[in-house]
T-cell receptor, first 112, second 115 residues
Framework: SQELEQSPQSLIVQEGKNLTINCTSS?????LYWYKQKYGEGLIFLMM?????EEKSHEKITAKLDEKKQQSSLHITASQPSHAGIYLC????????????FGDGTTLTVKP | DSGVTQTPKHLITATGQRVTLRCSPR?????VYWYQQSLDQGLQFLIQ???????AKGNILERFSAQQFPDLHSELNLSSLELGDSALYFC??????????????FGEGSRLTVL
């Protein structure tokens, strides 16, 4: 999606290393979601961020939304093989419409 | 298990044919979303229905149509199929009308292969 840009497109890390995935929009986001997808399977909800400066953590995954609500980062600490998959950020780009947009995803490989 | 059921899981058909994909949302969810995921296009929003009515439209081709029935299940109809329509089609549901009102729950997808 050109409305939401994710970087990097793919990432290969050694088990135990930390990593960060970014999601950037040119517009103010009304809400930002992070999902994880195993290849060929459905998306699994990770976290939702709505307020500027908000930060949430779940186990070893932390997501932040910047003050301007245009950029979010997903940080994984001490990565494990179970973290491997495709991470997608999603956002509602409108005020009333239900149109939802996703980034193109970041494919994470964790080498044991 | 997200509670969203999609059928069929796999479908192989020929160009020019028509197929119907079915989605049963989570119990109590009024919104149904359809997405297409292909390797070169990523996850693309197609269309959303809320309580039987079309709510939002994305990059859905004219050859594609969808509807949501009174029992809230939804069908995505793909006609005059082309090779490029081969993709994974996801259905998702939510309580409200948009992402802001809650997370989307995704089904496992229907993999369509057009030969």
């Amino acid at each position: 999606s050109q409305e939401l840009e994710q970087s990097p497109q793919s990432l290969i890390v050694q088990e135990g290393k930390n990593l960060t995935i970014n999601c950037t929009s040119s517009k103010t986001l009304y809400g930002l979601y992070w999902y994880k997808q195993k290849y060929g399977e459905g998306l699994i909800f990770l976290m939702m961020l709505q307020k500027g400066g908000e930060e949430k953590s779940h186990e070893k995954i932390t997501a932040k939304l910047d003050e301007k609500k245009q950029q979010s980062s997903l940080h994984i600490t001490a990565s494990q093989p179970s973290h491997a998959g495709i991470y997608l950020c999603g956002a509602d780009m409108g005020t009333n419409a239900g149109k939802s947009t996703f980034g193109d995803g970041t494919t994470l490989t964790v080498k044991p | 298990d997200s509670g969203v059921t999609q059928t069929p899981k796999h479908l192989i058909t020929a160009t020019g044919q028509r197929v119907t994909l079915r989605c049963s949302p989570r119990s109590g969810d009024l919104s149904v979303y359809w997405y297409q995921q292909s390797l070169d296009q990523g996850l693309q929003f197609l269309i959303q229905y809320y309580n039987g009515e079309e709510r939002a439209k994305g990059n859905i081709l004219e050859r594609f149509s969808a509807q949501q029935f009174p029992d809230l299940h939804s069908e995505l109809n793909l006609s005059s199929l082309e090779l490029g329509d081969s993709a994974l089609y996801f259905c998702a549901s939510s309580r409200g009308t948009g992402l802001l009102t809650g997370e989307l729950f995704f089904g496992e997808g229907s993999r369509l292969t057009v030969l």
